[in-house]
């Protein structure tokens, strides 16, 4: 019942006339169907401005249909003020009839996705996930929505591998490394021992004073070798692992003043320890330092340009334990030069890492015959190949529709599912938009960051090949070789002249005799009588 009707039902009876061509019926009609348009105005607009009704066709008239938005853009411009309007925070060109209503569908999951995200403050780590995995379609509710999230990482202080420059190493001299990070920092230490060091090094120690941290290698190395303290309790030289006493010690920021240590000489030859030119197998004593009217050195079997033992110590001013005639003072040259590796910190910046395809929200599932072919050669089995052959060629929303149209059980999702989804084939969503939404994160992420930070957005794209290759191996055929060599027969007289001595050989010989003894002696005040 129209506003015309109710209007004239509420007039007195001489007014009720079942004649509607009069003047004052058409006068009323008129009246009625303004009120009844201004009402269906009101209820458009209130319409407009709910997220769930309104949509995004333009009014008619409009000439730049690019330039214009619609209601649901101007809903999500609401929300995103404080953020910054821009261009690419839109629709785009909305396809016109059904068509349009199914792009506007999407566009409105997105759209609550990201409201509901602003809502709650997008400016931290959590949320920032939340934003981007929203403008590609992951809201909450969704199923596999969680799954989904987690594939979006947040990498922090953009690091990136560094290197401080080689230090040639001298034994017990400090060095000094500079850590630009600004907090302590997990090193790698790579030491080369140089190539004509004459001696090896016994029990290798890298000392860090200004963290209070020593982590030593229980072995001996000698020149050319490799040997590299990695952060945590391990140690590897020249390739093979080891378990260190203490832990390599972390960098702290700033300055950090280091110094190596380790003992020279040789050390006892033991089974499967020590280097074997570098160790002694003689005697207890074989390994003592040559000391001057020393009982426990044997001039030939002692040594005399360095220390033996771990007991001989490389002297060092006024220090317990070490003492003058059993040290060494020589090696002011380099033993062996240091390279520090570390993961250099970037302070106020980020990554924000998106996986390019995450299947059920920005790519689809398809399976086709070179899909079943390389399935196939993987040993699936040929009843599981059966039911994805009666999806061949379609293209599937998400992983839970897909495998029930395929009719897997749990049982064969569980065991197979893996395996399927890495030899899928995965169209994009999102080819067929004007505006694709990968576009639109860096603005979005650019607006919520805090400001002075530096963001980046870094999508991650995997690559599925297949190479038919056959191996084929061709005859092989020995052809002989000519060649042509001038040669020229010669006789040869071999005979010997036994003179040795032309001149003859003349001995020179001589004898001597030489006679000891003690002969007597007697003195003046004696009662001897030889004298």
Same mark, same amino acid.
């Given at each position: 019942?129209?506003?015309?009707?109710?209007?004239?039902?509420?007039?007195?009876?001489?007014?009720?006339?079942?004649?509607?061509?009069?003047l004052?019926?058409?006068?009323?009609? !008129?009246f009625?169907?303004a009120?009844?348009?201004?009402?269906?105005?009101?209820?458009?607009?209130?319409?407009?401005?709910?997220?769930? @009704?309104?949509?995004?066709?333009?009014? !008619?008239?409009?000439?730049?249909?690019?330039?214009?938005?619609?209601?649901?853009?101007?809903?999500?411009?609401?929300?995103?003020?404080?953020?910054?309007?821009?261009? +690419? #925070?839109q629709?785009?060109?909305?396809?016109?009839?059904?068509?349009?209503?199914?792009?506007?569908?999407? /566009?409105?999951?997105? %759209?609550?996705?990201? %409201?509901?995200?602003?809502?709650?403050?997008? @400016?931290?780590?959590?949320? %920032?996930?939340?934003?981007?995995?929203?403008? &590609?379609?992951?809201?909450?509710?969704?199923?596999?929505?969680?799954?989904?999230?987690?594939?979006?990482?947040i990498?922090?202080y +953009?690091?990136?591998?560094?290197? =401080?420059?080689?230090?040639?190493?001298?034994?017990?001299?400090?060095?000094? =490394?500079?850590?630009?990070?600004?907090?302590?920092?997990?090193?790698?230490?790579? +030491?080369?021992?140089?190539?004509?060091?004459?001696y090896?090094?016994?029990?290798?120690?890298?000392?860090?004073?200004t @963290?209070?941290?020593?982590?030593?290698?229980?072995?001996?190395?000698?020149?050319?070798?490799?040997?590299?303290?990695?952060?945590?309790?391990?140690?590897?030289?020249?390739?093979?692992?080891?378990?260190?006493?203490?832990?390599?010690?972390?960098?702290?920021?700033?300055?950090?003043?280091?110094?190596?240590?380790?003992?020279?000489?040789?050390?006892?030859?033991?089974f499967?320890?020590?280097?074997?030119?570098?160790?002694?197998?003689?005697?207890?004593?074989?390994?003592?330092?040559?000391?001057f009217?020393?009982?426990? !050195?044997?001039?030939?079997?002692?040594?005399?340009?360095?220390?033996?033992?771990?007991?001989?110590?490389?002297?060092?001013?006024?220090?317990?334990?070490? /003492?003058?005639?059993?040290?060494?003072?020589?090696?002011?040259?380099p033993?062996?030069?240091?390279?520090?590796?570390?993961?250099?910190?970037?302070?106020?910046?980020?990554?924000?890492?998106?996986?390019?395809?995450?299947?059920?929200?920005?790519?689809?599932?398809?399976?086709?015959?070179?899909?079943?072919?390389?399935?196939?050669?993987?040993?699936?089995?040929?009843?599981?190949?059966?039911? #994805?052959?009666?999806?061949?060629?379609?293209?599937?929303?998400?992983?839970?529709?897909?495998?029930?149209?395929?009719?897997?059980?749990?049982?064969?999702?569980?065991?197979?599912?893996?395996?399927?989804?890495?030899?899928?084939?995965?169209?994009?969503?999102?080819?067929?938009?004007?505006?694709?939404?990968?576009?639109?994160?860096?603005? %979005?992420?650019?607006?919520?960051?805090?400001?002075?930070?530096?963001?980046?957005?870094?999508?991650?794209?995997?690559?599925?090949?297949?190479?038919?290759?056959?191996?084929q191996?061709?005859?092989?055929?020995?052809?002989?070789?000519?060649?042509?060599?001038?040669?020229?027969?010669?006789?040869?007289?071999?005979?010997?002249?036994?003179?040795?001595?032309?001149?003859? #050989?003349e001995?020179?010989? @001589?004898?001597?005799? +030489? &006679?000891?003894?003690?002969?007597? /002696?007697?003195?003046?005040?004696?009662?001897?009588?030889?004298?």
């Amino acid at each position: 019942m129209g506003r015309s009707t109710s209007i004239i039902q509420r007039l007195p009876h001489f007014y009720q006339s079942e004649e509607v061509l009069n003047l004052f019926y058409q006068f009323v009609e !008129a009246f009625g169907h303004a009120c009844d348009v201004a009402e269906e105005d009101l209820l458009r607009v209130m319409r407009s401005h709910w997220v769930d @009704s309104a949509d995004n066709s333009l009014p !008619a008239g409009v000439v730049n249909a690019t330039a214009a938005k619609g209601d649901l853009d101007k809903i999500f411009t609401l929300y995103i003020e404080r953020l910054g309007v821009t261009s +690419l #925070l839109q629709q785009g060109a909305r396809r016109p009839g059904e068509e349009g209503k199914l792009d506007d569908e999407v /566009y409105r999951t997105r %759209i609550k996705g990201l %409201i509901n995200v602003l809502r709650s403050g997008a @400016s931290t780590k959590e949320n %920032i996930v939340k934003i981007v995995g929203a403008n &590609l379609g992951i809201v909450d509710d969704a199923d596999g929505a969680a799954e989904a999230l987690g594939k979006i990482q947040i990498v922090e202080y +953009l690091p990136e591998k560094a290197t =401080l420059p080689t230090v040639d190493t001298v034994l017990y001299e400090p060095f000094t =490394l500079i850590n630009p990070n600004v907090v302590p920092t997990p090193t790698e230490f790579r +030491l080369k021992v140089r190539e004509d060091l004459p001696y090896p090094l016994t029990g290798p120690a890298l000392v860090n004073f200004t @963290s209070g941290e020593k982590v030593q290698y229980n072995g001996t190395v000698k020149a050319g070798d490799v040997l590299s303290f990695f952060p945590g309790k391990k140690v590897m030289r020249n390739g093979e692992e080891f378990v260190p006493d203490g832990q390599t010690p972390l960098m702290l920021p700033g300055e950090n003043i280091l110094r190596l240590e380790a003992e020279v000489g040789l050390v006892k030859g033991k089974f499967d320890e020590g280097i074997f030119d570098f160790s002694t197998f003689a005697s207890e004593n074989a390994d003592a330092v040559g000391i001057f009217n020393n009982p426990g !050195a044997v001039f030939d079997l002692a040594t005399f340009d360095f220390a033996g033992e771990l007991t001989n110590k490389v002297a060092r001013f006024d220090e317990e334990g070490v /003492y003058f005639d059993l040290a060494v003072f020589a090696f002011p040259d380099p033993v062996a030069s240091l390279e520090a590796k570390f993961t250099r910190l970037h302070p106020a910046t980020f990554m924000v890492r998106i996986p390019w395809d995450i299947p059920s929200f920005t790519v689809n599932l398809k399976v086709t015959d070179l899909v079943l072919e390389r399935l196939e050669a993987t040993g699936l089995p040929p009843e599981i190949l059966a039911k #994805l052959e009666t999806v061949n060629g379609q293209e599937i929303g998400t992983e839970k529709e897909f495998f029930e149209k395929a009719g897997l059980t749990e049982t064969e999702q569980d065991e197979h599912k893996a395996l399927i989804l890495s030899q899928l084939e995965y169209p994009d969503k999102f080819s067929n938009l004007p505006i694709n939404p990968r576009s639109q994160i860096k603005p %979005i992420v650019d607006k919520v960051r805090a400001a002075g930070v530096y963001a980046v957005v870094d999508y991650v794209k995997n690559f599925t090949e297949r190479h038919d290759m056959t191996d084929q191996i061709a005859g092989l055929q020995i052809a002989g070789t000519q060649e042509d060599q001038q040669m020229e027969e010669a006789n040869f007289d071999i005979g010997s002249v036994q003179t040795p001595y032309p001149d003859g #050989l003349e001995h020179e010989m @001589s004898d001597s005799l +030489l &006679l000891a003894g003690v002969f007597d /002696y007697t003195g003046f005040d004696s009662l001897n009588s030889f004298a």
